[in-house]
């Protein structure tokens, strides 16, 4: 189970945090990642992070995009600088297994949308 916490409403320029919290038969060595998904579009891999710290980035991404986690609390975070309006979208979190490309849970998302 996923709990993702943190979208909202921010001007074009802004910041967000994005949170998510794993539970159930989330394993503390499983990867976490985000993706996305906007309007009229398919969804979309933002980055990952394994247990131990390594991070992955998709290359559409810019560089305002920072994963992180806090294994203790087996949660996820993503901060997102200098929004602009192409970032609207409902984020997603999901967990997979180390040895495994397929990701087993989701997210319920949270939306951001950015206004210009």
């Known amino acids: 189970q996923l709990q993702a916490f943190g979208g909202g409403l921010v001007q074009a320029g802004g910041s967000l945090r994005l949170s998510c919290a794993a539970s159930?038969?989330?394993?503390?060595?499983?990867?976490m990642a985000w993706f996305r998904q906007a309007p009229g579009k398919e969804r979309e891999f933002v980055a990952s992070i394994s247990s131990g710290g390594t991070s992955d980035y998709a290359a559409s991404v810019k560089d305002g995009f920072t994963i992180s986690r806090n294994n203790a609390r087996n949660t996820v975070f993503l901060q997102v600088d200098s929004l602009t309006p192409e970032d609207t979208a409902v984020y997603y979190c999901?967990?997979?297994?180390?040895?495994?490309?397929?990701?087993?849970?989701w997210g319920q998302g949270t939306l951001v949308t950015v206004s210009s």
């Open positions: 159930g038969r989330f394993l503390s060595n499983d990867y």
């Open positions: 999901a967990v997979r297994r180390r040895s495994s490309s397929r990701y087993y849970a």
